[in-house]
């Protein structure tokens, strides 16, 4: 008879966690930003704590991951909402404070599909995968930290 050993899932927990929630049917019916917990043991339980709920006018879908900022807080994109509808750059703190940094106006760009990633300068650049000037194509964008976008945010 073959001896077959226990082999510890490696992967990180909440993509564990993720993993679970898919196979158990659980659904997330309204878009959120939430943090999960983790434990050591898969006997213990997972609490997660919904940081942010968006409401449509700050954002909706939040499709990407965040991304890390230097100064502590997380910047992130909504695919959707904002004031045009066209998606948002947002940033938020640990604590869930949201702050919107940018909604898409479609001339700008629209739909990013993405998260933000910070650059050595300390901008965040991003890209969208609909609106700008060539017939809708997407954009690559450029915005600070501090919230204060390039007007449009600088298209590169």
Known sequence: M??????RDTR???????????????????????ALYGWSAPD????????????GTDGSFPIAGLAPG?????????????????????????????????SF???DG???????VQGTDGNFYGTTSGGGANNGAGTVYRITPGGRAYHPPQLL
């Open 2 to 7: 073959r001896e077959v050993s226990k082999v």
């Open 12 to 34: 990180p927990n909440h993509v564990v966690a993720i993993n679970r929630l898919l196979r158990t049917g659980g659904r997330l019916l309204v878009p959120a930003v939430f």
């Open 44 to 55: 213990q339980s997972t609490v997660v704590t919904t940081l942010v709920t968006f409401n």
């Open 70 to 102: 230097a100064d502590g807080n997380f910047y992130g994109t909504t695919f959707l909402g904002g004031a045009d509808g066209y998606g948002t750059v947002f940033k938020m703190t640990p604590a869930g404070t949201l702050t919107s940094m940018h």
């Open 105 to 107: 106006n479609g001339a």
């Open 110 to 116: 629209s739909r990013p599909e993405a998260s933000v």
